[in-house]
């Protein structure tokens, strides 16, 4: 029992360590960082263009559906390739298992197609 967790001490030291160094470092900044705020350095940046109005305004909800359809097929393709690298040992099983996935994929996506979700003209 103490030699299998003698195998975990170099783990447990590197973790130590490197919270120590990010404790210190975020410590180490705070105290010897300048402390001058000013307006403008509280001011809120983005990509250099002045900030105009409330960064809390609504905006349309398509650009949420298209993050998480590119979210969708981006885990589609992850699940892929591992399939694709093991077809030969899945056999004929792992082919009905890969095509069943794509499948539900492709009818959630002809769903969204037909409710609309896609149309950007409003």
Same mark, same amino acid.
């Given at each position: 029992?103490?030699?299998?967790?003698?195998?975990?001490?170099?783990?447990?030291?590197?973790?130590?360590?490197?919270?120590?160094?990010?404790?210190?470092?975020?410590?180490?900044?705070h105290l010897l960082g300048p402390k001058r705020k000013t307006k403008q350095k509280l001011d809120s940046f983005e990509c250099g263009i002045e900030?105009?109005?409330n960064a809390r305004l609504?905006?349309?909800?398509?650009?949420?559906?298209?993050?998480i359809l590119f979210v969708l097929f981006d885990v589609e393709v992850i699940f892929m390739y591992p399939w694709a690298v093991n077809f030969k040992e899945l056999g004929m099983a792992?082919?009905?298992?890969?095509? !069943?996935? /794509? $499948? +539900? !994929?492709? /009818? $959630? +996506?002809?769903y969204l197609l037909?409710?609309?979700?896609l149309k950007w003209e409003e």
């Open positions: 029992m103490a030699s299998a967790l003698a195998q975990y001490l170099p783990i447990g030291l590197m973790f130590i360590v490197a919270l120590g160094f990010v404790v210190t470092t975020m410590i180490g900044t900030s105009k109005g609504p905006f349309n909800i398509k650009y949420f559906l298209v993050a792992g082919f009905i298992e890969m095509i !069943l996935f /794509i $499948g +539900f !994929l492709l /009818i $959630g +996506f002809f037909k409710k609309g979700a």
